[in-house]
């Protein structure tokens, strides 16, 4: 069963860059797609990018100029670094895996909450 | 991207049948059958209920059921449960090779 394990710190300095990786175990992130998703507290949800066989890697347009998705395959891990942060950035932060065509979403992480505050 | 159209909340007694609509455009719900709906209990990680339109992944209620019809996907939840009270976002592949999310609909077992 897979399952996938958020990490990082849980407080950025604004202009700072916020990172953070996915662990994931019970399966290779070899297969399938990896994603990256946010939920501001109270609000929906926003889908950031993801990643498929550490080649090809899309971005919300909306928060592309300040995104980056990387694998770690040897780890088992992808992380997600968002540059320039502001108050808007503050959420919580899940990883998920995707189908093939990223057309789902299935398992999450249990997801954490990065505060972006001076 | 914009974010697919819900409604806020939708409502329903016990054992009722309720719909939530997600409306996007012809990049994204219309254009493809890659549709997808979650499930979100407050305080935990959303959960897959309906893929690529209208199939259940495995173990999800057969009281849950999509569909789609142009623009519009539509998420059924029949026999309505106390335990079905929660928020659903229905998400979509888009033309861009990217996915973007409804606004999300709070459910209410009245």
């Not at chain 1, 662990?23 to 950031?48: A, D, N």
């Not at chain 1, 995104?67 to 932060?93: E, P």
């Not at chain 2, 029949?78 to 996915?99: M, R």
Request: hydrophobic share 30%; aromatic share 10%.
């Amino acid at each position: 069963q897979v399952q996938l394990q958020e990490s990082g710190p849980g407080l950025v300095k604004p202009s700072e860059t916020l990172s953070l990786t996915c662990t994931v175990s019970g399966g290779s992130i070899s297969s399938y797609s990896w994603s990256w998703i946010r939920q501001p507290p109270g609000k929906g949800l926003e889908w950031i990018g993801y990643m498929y066989h550490s080649k090809i890697i899309n971005y919300n347009p909306s928060l592309k100029s300040r995104v980056t998705i990387s694998v770690d395959m040897s780890r088992n891990q992808f992380s997600l670094k968002v540059s320039s942060v502001t108050a808007a950035d503050t959420a919580l932060y899940y990883c998920a895996r995707g189908g093939y065509n990223n057309n789902w979403f299935d398992p999450w992480g249990q997801g954490t909450l990065v505060t972006v505050s001076s | 991207q914009s974010a697919l159209t819900q409604p806020a909340s939708v409502s329903g007694s016990p054992g009722q049948s309720i719909t939530i609509s997600c409306t996007g455009t012809s990049s994204d719900v219309g254009g493809y059958n890659y549709v997808s709906w979650y499930q979100q209990h407050p305080g935990k990680a959303p959960k897959l209920m309906i893929y690529d339109v209208s199939n259940r992944p495995s173990g999800v209620s057969n009281r849950f059921s999509g569909s789609k019809s142009g623009n519009t996907a539509s998420l059924t939840i029949s026999g309505l449960q106390t335990e079905d009270e929660a928020d659903y976002y229905c998400s979509s592949y888009t033309s861009s090779s990217t996915d973007v999310f409804g606004t999300g609909t709070k459910v209410t077992v009245l």
